[in-house]
T-cell receptor, first 112, second 109 residues
Framework: DTAVSQTPKYLVTQMGNDKSIKCEQN?????MYWYKQDSKKFLKIMFS???????INETVPNRFSPKSPDKAHLNLHINSLELGDSAVYFC???????????FGEGSWLTVV | AQRVTQPEKLLSVFKGAPVELKCNYSYSGSPELFWYVQYSRQRLQLLLRHISRESIKGFTADLNKGETSFHLKKPFAQEEDSAMYYCALKDSGTYKYIFGTGTRLKVLA
């Protein structure tokens, strides 16, 4: 009964490839997020969706495109992967924007 | 600008010793502050929030508006406390969470 689940947990891919990370929450929350944790453990928000609508879009390259087919899912698609994209990507959700955030287990992306 | 600073990247203490993980913030309004913990290869979990003034796993944190600090304390560290700890501030205007860079706590036997 995992609350926020994301797949895959580990992903190793070559530069230039396109990959997606999927996220699903079964908490009935309205708001979902993608965070990036870099090699120095710095955690930064990338995107936030509320009821399938984009509400936060930080300065992220447009190679990153989130998609929310419904409020329980927020997928992250990355085009033309670069070495610097290697990081842990955390999906998260909250009941409403501004409420306590619940994180997924993270997806370790390594670009070689 | 809103900012959360955790000055220590790594803090090592012996089991049974007191722990204090420092967090300072910069925020123009009335802040809402949190501590999140990340055990090895696990998800970030909410540890505590200042508004609830609770003690979780023996940890407490008091908001000091004068010093703009929200330090996390525990009187007697346990080995299972070893983890990454993130201080976070919620911007009441944008509702964005701003995280510090984290402090790795190592509790030595």
């Amino acid at each position: 009964d995992t609350a926020v689940s994301q797949t895959p947990k580990y992903l190793v891919t070559q530069m230039g490839n396109d990959k997606s990370i999927k996220c699903e929450q079964n908490l009935g929350h309205d708001t979902m997020y993608w965070y990036k944790q870099d090699s120095k453990k710095f955690l930064k928000i990338m995107f936030s969706y509320n009821n399938k609508e984009l509400i936060i879009n930080e300065t992220v390259p447009n190679r990153f495109s989130p998609k929310s087919p419904d409020k329980a899912h927020l997928n992250l698609h990355i085009n033309s992967l670069e070495l610097g994209d290697s990081a842990v990507y955390f999906c998260a959700s909250s009941q409403y924007i501004g409420n306590t955030i619940y994180f997924g287990e993270g997806s370790w992306l390594t670009v070689v | 600008a809103q900012r959360v600073t955790q000055p220590e990247k790594l803090l090592s203490v012996f089991k049974g010793a007191p722990v204090e993980l420092k967090c300072n913030y910069s925020y123009s309004g009335s802040p809402e502050l949190f501590w999140y913990v990340q055990y090895s290869r696990q998800r970030l979990q909410l540890l505590l929030r200042h508004i609830s003034r609770e003690s979780i796993k023996g940890f407490t944190a008091d908001l000091n508006k004068g010093e703009t600090s929200f330090h996390l304390k525990k009187p007697f560290a346990q080995e299972e406390d070893s983890a990454m700890y993130y201080c976070a501030l919620k911007d009441s205007g944008t509702y964005k969470y701003i995280f510090g860079t984290g402090t790795r706590l190592k509790v030595l036997a």
